[in-house]
Antibody, heavy 120, light 107 residues
Framework: EVQLLESGGALVQPGGSLRLSCAASGFTFTDYAMSWVRQAPGKGLEWVSGVSGSGGTTYYADSVKGRFTISRDNFKNTLYLQMNSLRAEDTALYYC?????????????WGQGTLVTVSS | DIQMTQTPSSVSASVGDRVTITCRASQGISSWLAWYQQKPGKAPKLLIYAVSRLQSGVPSRFSGSGSATDFTLTISSLQPEDFATYYCQQANSFPYTFGPGTKVEIK
């Protein structure tokens, strides 16, 4: 069974940094692209970033480009999201999601999410 | 960026009803479209990808159709467990984008 367990969410001040992790199990991690998708409280879904199975290709939403960095450790079966220069509008539940293949397309399944709150 | 819109934003329906949700892309996305279901307090779940391909384990009462810019999700006979919010997502070009969601409520 595929399992995705996010961690690292916290309350952080504007301008601060945070690193999210997503521990994956139940599938061959290197064979699949992975993404981060967020959901602000009471709002819809926003794709944030994706990475190919090899880790060699990364993609970002315009709203986080230059501030967030996605990476993966295929030996530890873990996905990361380094978040710098955080803003109030980054407050959201951050989901890690597995893709259907080695390139970023469709997301299934998703983890349960980790909450990031940016506030002073 | 490709903008996704959904209509209606909410719909009230009864068990057994046929429900149709429409998703429109601001430019052509070929067949790169998915539908997700999200229940309160839960992570989204992939229902349909590539416009009409049913994800494994998803009941056949769910179906998708469309092409280019206009797409439809149909629930042929609404069941109690189908009351949720539904999102479309384009995977034609980065950054990927979701529609604003359609909430299916009990009448």
């Amino acid at each position: 069974e595929v399992q995705l367990l996010e961690s690292g969410g916290a309350l952080v001040q504007p301008g601060g940094s945070l690193r999210l992790s997503c521990a994956a199990s139940g599938f061959t991690f290197t064979d699949y692209a992975m993404s981060w998708v967020r959901q602000a409280p009471g709002k819809g879904l926003e794709w944030v970033s994706g990475v190919s199975g090899s880790g060699g290709t990364t993609y970002y939403a315009d709203s986080v480009k230059g501030r967030f960095t996605i990476s993966r450790d295929n030996f530890k079966n873990t996905l990361y999201l380094q978040m710098n220069s955080l803003r109030a509008e980054d407050t959201a539940l951050y989901y890690c999601a597995k893709d259907q293949g080695s390139t970023v397309n469709y997301f299934d399944p998703w983890g349960q999410g980790t909450l990031v709150t940016v506030s002073s | 960026d490709i903008q996704m819109t959904q209509t209606p934003s909410s719909v009230s329906a009864s068990v057994g009803d046929r429900v149709t949700i429409t998703c429109r892309a601001s430019q052509g996305i070929s067949s790169w479209l998915a539908w997700y279901q999200q229940k309160p307090g839960k992570a989204p779940k992939l229902l349909i990808y590539a416009v009409s391909r049913l994800q494994s384990g998803v009941p056949s009462r769910f179906s998708g159709s469309g092409s280019a810019t206009d797409f439809t999700l149909t629930i042929s006979s609404l069941q109690p467990e189908d009351f949720a919010t539904y999102y479309c997502q384009q995977a034609n070009s980065f950054p990927y984008t979701f529609g604003p969601g359609t909430k299916v409520e009990i009448k």
